[in-house]
Structure formats: structure tokens, C-alpha cells
């Protein structure tokens, strides 16, 4: 081998291993090219995906939050003027609620997200009911009633699903 090699002359052996090096360098940047496409396919799906779904399903826990607050102080109030104040910071919360879940809705169009915002959605609706019947207990004045209610078949119900549901409905790409 050393023969074959000492029979070449250097311009020849430089122009080869010029030629190997363009090679090498020309298959990594290919290889480059692709493994960049595919980190941009990645970042532009959570770009126009798990991104603004995050941040709607950040705004809903929030108003989740806040809701369940309004409603202990509302609960807590003791003048007529303070629940109607309450009522009326949890009418303005509920807006959001609702216009937060039809921001979702048009943000997972048809995805595989559909049966978990169903869940979400019938999930909301039952707590809009309960709310109600706390509201027709505390008028009733039975106040222990309603406090036993809002504590624990409330706290349960929101618990149980809209809480635990945000990150089942935005998951990040495995890599």
C-alpha cells in the first residue's frame, strides 16, 4: 500500500484529500440542513400551538383561581352591598371564563384535544350549576348548608377535572 501511495504525486494526494474533506463537510452540512428542518417543524407547531394554548389554559386556571376565591369572600360577606359587589366581580369573571373557553376551542380546531375541552367544557357546566345551587342555599340562609357545600362538593368538583386538566391538554413533543 505504501508502494501505491509513494507513486502518487502530491498534487494528486492534496486534490484527494481536499476532495475528502469538501466531501465530509458537504454530508455534515446536509445532514445539518435536515436535523434544522426538523427542529423547525418542532419549534413552529409549538409556536402556533402549544404556546398560545398554554397561555389560555394559564388565563383559565387563573380565573379558576379567582372565581373560587370571589365566591368564599361572597360567601364570607356580611352586608347585602358587599354580596352584591362580589356577585358582581364573579359575573365579570365568569365573562372571561366563558370567552377564555372559546378562545381555546378556536385555538385546538379539530386536534385530538376536542374530547378532553368536552370534558373540560361539561366539567365548567356542572360547576355553573352548583354555583347556582350555592347561591339558592345561601339565600335560604342555611348557612352551614352552604358552607359544607361550597368546601367540599364545589372544591371536589373542580378539583377532579379542571384543575388536573390543563397539562393533559397541552403536552410537549418527546425529542
Request: proline share 2%; hydrophobic share 50%; with cysteine.
Amino acid at each position: 500500500m505504501l508502494t501505491i501511495l509513494s507513486c502518487i504525486s502530491i498534487r494528486i494526494k492534496t486534490a484527494v484529500a481536499f476532495a475528502l474533506v469538501l466531501c465530509c463537510t458537504i454530508g455534515f452540512g446536509l445532514f445539518a440542513v435536515h436535523e434544522i428542518s426538523v427542529v423547525n417543524l418542532v419549534s413552529i407547531e409549538v409556536r402556533d400551538e402549544r404556546l398560545p394554548a398554554t397561555r389560555v389554559l394559564g388565563r383559565l386556571a387563573e380565573l379558576t383561581e379567582r372565581f373560587r376565591s370571589y365566591q368564599g369572600i361572597y360567601f364570607l360577606a356580611e352586608s347585602d352591598q358587599e354580596r352584591q359587589a362580589r356577585a358582581e366581580k364573579n359575573a365579570f369573571v365568569i365573562s372571561g371564563i366563558t370567552k377564555t373557553i372559546v378562545d381555546y376551542q378556536q385555538i385546538i380546531g379539530l386536534s385530538e384535544k376536542r374530547k378532553l375541552f368536552a370534558t373540560l367544557f361539561l366539567t365548567w357546566q356542572d360547576y355553573a350549576v352548583a354555583s347556582e345551587r350555592l347561591q339558592a342555599i345561601l339565600l335560604s340562609g342555611d348557612q352551614s348548608k352552604a358552607r359544607a357545600f361550597y368546601k367540599f362538593d364545589m372544591l371536589v368538583l373542580i378539583d377532579a377535572e379542571v384543575m388536573r386538566m390543563p397539562p393533559k391538554m397541552v403536552h410537549l413533543p418527546s425529542a
